[in-house]
């Protein structure tokens, strides 16, 4: 049975296009896989704390070395992590917002990335050592920026691809609903996106 993490980083909830499409994705693929666990991670709901030097002191201190106040430091970030490590297929929804990703999302990135456990160097340079995952990016945005005069203005899916790719995530596929808030386009913005799944 595959096991799916859903990770939603809107603020609309309930309104969201990207929680919306997400959810569109795991519909497709539980048509193709039958049955499936989904873990569903809502960062607006339950968000990770942003990082301090607690949280950077903790990352680097070797496992011996960790007092208790270490280890509450990592809670979040051994959890996400850990939720990472479970799932064959990652969704994550990515509304964006101000040409780039919401805080919460990039505070989740910031906690799953870790040296000696997600990535590692080597003498060759950075190995990811996430690997055998697929992931799917659920992203959504108000204009159109796959093409166009703004196409240099979308910050979310070529940075969501560098740094999943840096952990070793490589197969990664983009779900986009675009024009959601233009006249004449957000019409069938979402449902335009939704016939593009290609699972």
Known sequence: MK????IMSSVRQDA???????HAIIDKLEAQYGEISVTELDLNKTPLPYLDARHIQAFYT????????DR????????????LMAADIIVIGAPLYNFGIHSSLKSWIDHICRAGITFRYTEQGPEGLVKGKKVYIAMTA??????????AYDFVSPYLKAVLGFLGMT????VSAEGVKMPGVAEHALEKAIDSIAI
């Open 72 to 83: 509450n430091a990592l809670h979040h970030s051994d959890k996400a992590i850990e939720d």
């Open 171 to 174: 197969d990664v596929s983009l």
């Open 3 to 6: 096991k799916v993490l859903h």
């Open 62 to 69: 070797p496992v011996e070395h960790l007092t208790s106040e």
């Open 16 to 22: 969201s296009f990207s929680i919306q499409l997400g």
């Open 142 to 151: 108000g204009g159109v920026y796959s093409s166009g005069p703004y196409q």
